[in-house]
C-alpha cells in the first residue's frame, strides 16, 4: 500500500507552485505542486532546506540542522525525504567520491568545485562553461545530465 500511494503522490507534478515569498507557504506549494503530501516532517525539513536559498547538504548536515532547531526526525527520515524531494525534481544529487552525497536546491543545470579542505561544494558561476566533446553513449541509452565536479584544494 505504501508503493500506491508514492506512486500516487508523483503522479501531481504538472502544476506550477504560487510562491509569495513566505517559506513555509512555498515548502507547502512545492510540495504539493511536486505531487508529495505536506507532512510535518517534510513541512519542516523543507523549510530549513530551501528557507536559506540556494545551498548545499548532505543529510547529515541537515539531520543537525533539524536536531538544533528542535525538529524531532531520524536519520532516516532525513534521507527518505531527501531522495523523494530529489524523485520530485525539487533537489538535485551530487555524488563526490561515490562516499559522500551532496543534495542541492538549485535544480538549474550547472556544475561544481569541490573544495577538498572544507569539504564543502560550491556552484561554478560560469554559465557559459562546455563541453566540447561527449563520449558516444550505448545503443539504447541518452544523457540524462552531466554532473561535473572541479575538485580544488588550497596550494602548498
Known sequence: MRDDRAG?????KAREPALNGC???DVNEMLQA???RPTRQRMA???LLFGKGARHLTAEMLYEEATLAK?????????????QLTDAGLLRQVSVDGT?????TNVTTHHHFYLE??????DIPDQHLALTKLPEVPEGYEISRIDMVVRLRKRR
Open 8 to 12: 500516487h503522490e508523483r503522479a501531481g
Open 23 to 25: 517559506p513555509w507557504h
Open 34 to 36: 511536486a505531487g508529495l
Open 45 to 47: 525539513l523543507g523549510w
Open 71 to 83: 525538529v524531532p526526525v531520524s536519520l532516516a527520515t532525513v534521507y527518505n525525504t531527501l531522495n
Open 100 to 104: 559522500k552525497t551532496y543534495f542541492d
Open 117 to 122: 579542505n572544507n569539504h564543502e561544494l560550491v
